[in-house]
């Protein structure tokens, strides 16, 4: 697995964003934002992956960090993401790694797992402006979430502290999507 500290592989993808087919790439998400986290699952459908993708929905981090971009990456196709991410009203891209080049890239993919090749471990990269991975995570036991709780810290680190005004973080926000500050 890539470590932090580590420089993140530049990548694009195909994917599906607001419900329409489209390609994203790491190196033009970076010009335009601060930070990218990368969420690594599995299946689209599975238990378990619907779960910790609804419970990053829920966070809203998207919506209440600026500079942030949060994306979820699995080898399901893009019309399996564009079915989950409606069925589950997920709002963030979902991108396809078929092949699992990408997850090799990062050093979390799996020969094989639950009876299928070339799986993703669950993973999270948290990367800056300058491709450098910030929070790194990964398990094998398709089982275990990411401590939702350690990626929002990780990411409120990145925050600046602009003229001595507290950065906005996670725990600002209420479930309408206004903060207070």
């Not at 829920?58 to 994306?71: Q, S």
């Not at 891209?93 to 799996?110: R, Y």
């Not at 089982?143 to 925050?159: F, H, M, N, R, T």
Request: aromatic share 10%.
């Amino acid at each position: 697995m890539r470590c932090e500290g580590a420089r993140a592989p530049a990548f694009e993808l195909p994917g599906v964003s607001d419900g329409t087919q489209t390609r994203l790439g790491l190196t033009d998400a970076l010009a335009d934002n601060r930070a990218v986290v990368l969420f690594f699952y599995p299946f689209d459908f599975s238990p378990v992956c619907a779960t910790e993708l609804c419970a990053i929905q829920n966070a809203r981090w998207f919506d209440c960090t600026p500079g942030l971009a949060v994306w979820g990456i699995s080898p399901d196709s893009t019309y399996a993401h564009e079915a989950f991410a409606d069925e589950y009203a997920l709002t963030f891209p979902l991108l396809s790694d078929h092949a699992g080049a990408i997850a090799d890239a990062f050093g979390v993919l799996q020969a094989s797992a639950e009876d299928h090749d070339r799986v993703p471990e669950r993973a999270v990269f948290l990367i800056d402006a300058d491709r450098v991975i910030r929070y790194a995570w990964a398990s094998s036991d398709l089982s275990e979430s990411p401590d939702l709780g350690a990626v929002k810290a990780a990411i409120d680190d990145l925050q600046p502290d602009t003229a001595g005004v507290a950065p906005r973080t996670i725990s600002d926000a209420h479930d309408d999507g206004t903060t207070d500050g």
